[in-house]
């Protein structure tokens, strides 16, 4: 009878490991995500800072070129 309960004892420990752990591989799972999402949402960031530097480049040179026409 003891032996029983030891066995089902264990058993449910084992049950709750594998729960526990599957639970962690969720949570893993979802933060490496989030850290790809995050990563290309700077990647899209640092494009757009870019664009937008060249686009006020651009602008400055056209403002030179009016004035010089002047």
């Given at each position: 009878?003891?032996?029983?309960?030891?066995?089902?004892?264990?058993?449910?420990?084992?049950?709750?490991?594998?729960?526990?752990?599957?639970?962690?591989?969720?949570?893993?799972?979802?933060?490496?995500?989030?850290?790809?999402?995050a990563?290309e949402?700077?990647?899209?960031?640092?494009?757009?800072?870019?664009?937008?530097?060249?686009?006020?480049?651009?602008?400055?040179?056209?403002?030179?070129?009016?004035?010089?026409?002047?």
């Open positions: 009878m003891c032996k029983a309960i030891t066995e089902l004892i264990e058993e449910g420990r084992e049950e709750g490991r594998k729960e526990a752990q599957a639970r962690i591989e969720a949570a893993e799972a979802k933060a490496s995500a989030a850290e790809a999402k990563e949402e700077k990647a899209k960031a640092r494009a757009a800072e870019e664009a937008k530097e060249k686009l006020q480049a651009e602008v400055e040179r056209l403002k030179k070129l009016l004035e010089a026409k002047k």
